[in-house]
Nanobody, 126 residues
Framework: QVQVLESGGGLVQAGGSLRLSCTTSGLTFDDYAMGWFRQTPGKEREGVACITRNGDITWYEDSVKGRFTISRDNAKNILYLQMNSLKPEDTAMYYC???????????????????WGQGTQVTVSS
């Protein structure tokens, strides 16, 4: 059975930073492209950032470019999302996902994602 587990969410002030982490079980970690997604009440889930198996190619949603960095440490089997210069608009439930087909220019379709975590809440106060 597959599990995807996120951690690191919390409450921060605007302009602050937060780092999310994700691990998987039941999967060979570096066999899969992975990604981070977010969702707020009443809105559709959207892709935030994606990364290839070995970390050589990434994609970012436009609003987080230059502020967020996705990375992975395959030796430790951990996926990260470093979030800097956080804004209240970044407030959302953030989801880690494994087996995430994406294009570095076209992004990702939520419906194509295979394995989801349960989410970790990020709240940015003004």
């Amino acid at each position: 059975q597959v599990q995807v587990l996120e951690s690191g969410g919390g409450l921060v002030q605007a302009g602050g930073s937060l780092r999310l982490s994700c691990t998987t079980s039941g999967l060979t970690f570096d066999d899969y492209a992975m990604g981070w997604f977010r969702q707020t009440p009443g809105k559709e889930r959207e892709g935030v950032a994606c990364i290839t198996r070995n970390g050589d190619i990434t994609w970012y949603e436009d609003s987080v470019k230059g502020r967020f960095t996705i990375s992975r440490d395959n030796a430790k089997n951990i996926l990260y999302l470093q979030m800097n210069s956080l804004k209240p608009e970044d407030t959302a439930m953030y989801y880690c996902a494994s087996d995430v087909p994406f294009s570095p220019i076209g992004g990702v379709r939520v419906g194509d994602v295979v394995h989801w975590g349960q989410g970790t809440q990020v709240t940015v106060s003004s």
